[in-house]
């Protein structure tokens, strides 16, 4: 069946979905995205993730392209249209259309607003966790409102594709010598006492709206969290690691840098985590 994207107020194939060449998200990365999950039948963290989407979209001086009742609406019926059952949703907001400069357009230039829909492989997901994956470790140079979650992804990318060539699932990324989160992901280590200790929040890192679920579930779990930067060092020699995202829940991390962690197994701490954030989202 032809996949159905959403662009500028139409449904229509995707084969047939473009935008403007002068829309500044292609132009200048000047635009936000969020993901959303959707398993059995319901969506995952949705509020968490339209209330970022909204703050993105203030951070950056962008207008709401539609209410947040609209915005929920065309996504059901995307999904509906695309007939799908696990899924994630792709949406992304840009500043709009307008001649090329570098400040913003005049008053009165719509936002562009676009989405798609893919299917998600929850039995892949599972493998992946029961297995565990590597990290490889790059330098951050993103630039410093990370927290915003905006299109402009270059560094990422880089980032991503050495761990790919490395065989690695994620790249953890370091700056002044402590790591702040993956490319696509938060990261996480287990100490020796069970703590769990993640990135603070703030301009170096994006606030996840999975790791704060897992946040969630970890006090209800009665399992510590501390949030403050750990090194690599701290990192290669902590009991589990993990990364959290929602497209990849919580992902037990068996190698940084071919450095085995938790003897190279997915962690108990971690497994726990995972079954406890699907219980959250499964209502």
């Given at each position: 069946m032809a996949r159905i994207a959403y662009v500028n107020g139409a449904y229509t194939p995707l084969k047939d979905a473009f935008v403007h060449i002068e829309d500044r998200g292609y132009q200048f990365a000047d635009g936000i995205y969020e993901v959303v999950v959707r398993v059995g039948g319901r969506f995952w963290d949705l509020d968490g993730h339209l209330a970022r989407w909204s703050r993105s979209l203030k951070e950056l001086s962008i207008a709401e392209p539609m209410s947040e009742r609209a915005l929920r609406l065309i996504i059901h019926r995307l999904v509906e249209k695309n007939r799908l059952g696990d899924c994630y949703i792709y949406m992304q907001a840009t500043r709009g259309v307008a001649p090329r400069n570098h400040t913003f357009p005049l008053e009165g230039t719509r936002p562009s607003l676009v989405m798609t829909v893919k299917p998600l492989d929850m039995n892949k997901l599972n493998a992946n966790a029961q297995k565990g994956i590597s990290v490889i470790t790059e330098p951050d140079i993103r630039w410093d409102r990370v927290d915003i979650k905006s299109v402009g992804l270059l560094a990422n990318t880089l980032a991503k594709e050495n761990a790919k060539k490395a065989g690695s699932g994620e790249a953890w990324l370091v700056r002044d010598g402590k790591i702040t989160e993956g490319g696509s992901s938060n990261a996480w280590i287990v100490d020796?006492?069970?703590?769990?200790?993640?990135h603070p929040l703030g301009h170096e890192i994006l606030g996840g709206v999975t790791r704060q679920a897992v946040i969630a579930c970890a006090e209800k779990l009665q399992i510590r969290v501390i949030e403050r930067a750990f090194s690599v060092d701290e990192a290669e020699n902590a009991s589990e690691a993990f990364i959290t995202s929602a497209t990849n829940l919580v992902t037990p991390v068996t190698a940084i840098?071919?450095?085995k962690i938790g003897g190279g197994k997915p962690g108990t701490v971690?497994?726990?985590l995972r079954e406890a954030y699907i219980a959250?989202?499964?209502g």
């Open positions: 020796k006492s069970g703590a769990l200790i993640t840098d071919g450095v971690a497994l726990r959250y989202n499964a």
